[in-house]
């Protein structure tokens, strides 16, 4: 299964190409490998890995605020499905880090996470909302998705976090109902490995313990969404999403009392 990922991946990269010039990503077969992995719990699905390749020689164009020309690394993207190993829980990509080609393409980025499965679960016409997402620069340049500072890793990447299930209701507008996965952080987990050569991600899902919001159905100065919390505690002070800590609270407090 394995080998089979990476052959069909060298084939996508290869066949991929630019207009003004030959901008293929063209890996050598003796290029290192980077193995990312996601542990995917039953309830939720890998979503596609987002690649972003790098390079300094096919140049981007771009005009600064006084119009004035400025050189950018050129780049090229590709979305690669993480394949499931046999019959686990473990979902896996080999990318190249060397991209080759004539613009000799490196692996700059990725962008990868967990969504659920069947939001729908949870009610009729509820779509996914957000979180679950990670995003890894493997070089100085600034990644894909925008993610805060990213945190600076030493070696490989080992990613261990806990999600919680939130669902929000939104009545200014049109309505939506909307289950997005709460946790550490904002939408996305930011990080740069710059030695990496496997990233593993493992995200523990919570499922007993969801977190409720509604946004105010009137707009009022004052009105703002209304969280209603595992144990039943609500809030309503302005927040745009739940407080993890309090969710973790509430959950080893339970535990502990089992």
């Not at 089979?4 to 991946?9: A, G, S």
């Not at 991209?99 to 509820?126: H, I, K, M």
Request: include cysteine; proline fraction near 5%.
């Amino acid at each position: 299964m394995i080998r089979n990922t990476t052959v069909v991946l060298f084939a996508l990269l290869t066949s991929l190409s630019g207009c003004a010039m030959d901008r293929s990503l063209a890996p050598p077969r003796e290029s290192e490998l980077m193995t990312i992995t996601v542990k995917v719990p039953k309830a939720l699905k890998a979503r596609t890995l987002e690649v972003m390749y790098r390079s300094p020689i096919c140049k981007r164009i771009t005009s600064g605020a006084s119009g004035q020309r400025i050189e950018l690394e050129g780049y090229n993207g590709i979305d690669v499905q993480l394949q499931q190993q046999g019959q686990s829980d473990l979902y896996e990509a080999k990318l190249p880090i060397d991209g080759g080609g004539a613009c000799q393409w490196r692996l700059s980025d990725v962008v990868f996470g967990v969504a659920y499965r069947d939001p729908t679960r949870f009610g009729e016409n509820v779509t996914y909302g957000a979180g679950g997402g990670v995003v890894v620069q493997f070089d100085h340049n600034r990644g894909l998705r925008s993610a805060g500072m990213p945190i600076e890793v030493e070696g490989n990447l080992m990613i261990k976090k806990d999600y919680y299930p939130w669902i929000d209701e939104e009545f200014l507008g049109p309505y939506k109902k909307t289950l997005s996965l709460a946790g550490e952080g904002d939408i996305y987990l930011g990080y740069q490995a710059l030695q990496a050569r496997q990233v593993y991600f493992e995200p523990v899902l919570h499922s007993g313990f969801a977190v409720y919001s509604a946004g105010p159905k009137i707009k009022k100065e004052g009105n703002h969404t209304a969280f209603t919390y595992p144990d039943g505690s609500t809030s309503a002070n302005g927040r745009s999403k739940p407080d993890f800590r309090k969710l973790q609270a509430i959950r080893l407090a339970a535990e502990a009392q089992k």
